[in-house]
C-alpha cells in the first residue's frame, strides 16, 4: 500500500475526479476525509469506501467560507489526528461562452472556488503539515496551459492554480511540503455539459476528443492515479510540477 497510515483531505469528493482519488487513496492505505458541499453526495462516497474495508470520513465543507475550511481543519485533526495530504479538487466550471457574456457574480464564483479556496485551505491546514512534512496537489487544468476559446476566465483561474502551485512549492519546500498540480483534459465529469455550453451530445464530444492524440476522454481513474503517484514516496523529490494528464492534448 503506496498510503498506508496517511491521512489525506479531497475537497470536491463527492463526485467525479474527486471521487476517484479519495476511493483509490483509501485502497492505498490512506485514511480519507471525504468533502464536498453536496452533504449528500460526500456521504455516499464515504459509505462506500468504508462498506469495501477501508477508511473514510464523510466532511461537508464549502471551500469559499472561511469558517469552513477552518472545520474541515479540525474535524480531521480530531478524528484522524493529523494531515499528511491535501487534494484541493473542489472546482467551478464556465459555460463555453463568449468571455463577454459572463456575468460579474459568475466570474466571482468562478475564482472564489477555483483560487480563493487555495488561499483558504493553505491557511487553515497547510500549517499543521510543516513540523513533519506533507503533500498538496492542486487541480489545474490544460486550460491553464493550451486554453481553449469560450472558458477564457475559466481558463485564467486555472492558470492561477499552477501558478500558485509552482510559488507555494518553493516556499513550502523547506519545510518538506512538496506541492505540485494536476491539469486533466476533457472528462466526463459533472462539469463537462457546462464546458461543452450547456447541450451533452455525442457530436460535441467527438469534436473535444479529436483534440486529444490518444483518442478518448479523461477519466476519475487516470486522474486518481497519477495523484497516486504525485502523494506517493515514488515522487519525493517532485515538486512544482504542473502535470499534463491529458493524453497528449498540450504536446
Not at 513533519?132 to 490544460?142: D, E, L, M, P, Q
Request: hydrophobic share 45%; aromatic share 6%; with cysteine.
Amino acid at each position: 500500500m503506496r498510503l498506508k497510515d496517511k491521512v489525506a483531505i479531497v475537497t470536491g469528493a463527492g463526485s467525479g475526479f474527486g471521487e476517484g482519488m479519495a476511493t483509490l487513496f483509501a485502497r492505498e492505505g490512506a485514511k480519507v476525509i471525504v468533502s464536498d458541499i453536496n452533504e449528500e453526495a460526500a456521504g455516499k462516497v464515504a459509505a462506500a469506501i468504508t462498506d469495501a474495508g477501508f477508511q473514510a470520513v464523510m466532511n461537508r465543507t464549502d471551500v469559499t467560507n472561511a469558517a469552513d475550511v477552518g472545520g474541515l481543519a479540525e474535524q480531521t485533526l480530531d478524528a484522524l489526528g493529523g494531515i499528511d495530504i491535501l487534494v484541493n479538487n473542489a472546482g467551478m466550471p464556465q459555460r463555453n461562452c463568449s468571455m463577454f457574456d459572463v456575468e460579474d457574480d459568475t466570474f466571482q464564483k468562478i475564482f472564489d472556488v477555483n483560487v480563493r479556496s487555495i488561499f483558504l485551505t493553505t491557511k487553515a491546514i497547510v500549517p499543521h503539515m510543516m513540523e513533519k512534512g506533507g503533500n498538496i496537489i492542486n487541480i489545474a487544468s490544460t486550460a491553464a496551459l493550451s486554453p481553449r476559446p469560450g472558458l477564457t476566465w475559466y481558463n485564467a483561474s486555472k492558470g492561477a492554480v499552477v501558478t500558485m502551485s509552482k510559488s507555494m512549492a518553493v516556499e513550502l519546500a523547506p519545510n518538506q511540503v512538496r506541492v505540485n498540480a494536476l491539469c486533466p483534459v476533457f472528462a466526463h465529469t459533472p462539469m463537462a455539459v457546462e464546458f461543452m455550453g450547456g447541450v451533452d451530445t455525442q457530436e460535441i464530444r467527438d469534436k473535444f476528443v479529436a483534440t486529444i492524440p490518444l483518442g478518448r476522454e479523461n477519466t476519475p481513474r487516470d486522474l486518481a492515479h497519477a495523484a497516486l503517484w504525485l502523494a506517493s514516496d515514488d515522487a519525493s523529490f517532485i515538486t512544482g510540477v504542473a502535470l499534463e494528464v491529458d493524453g497528449g492534448r498540450c504536446i
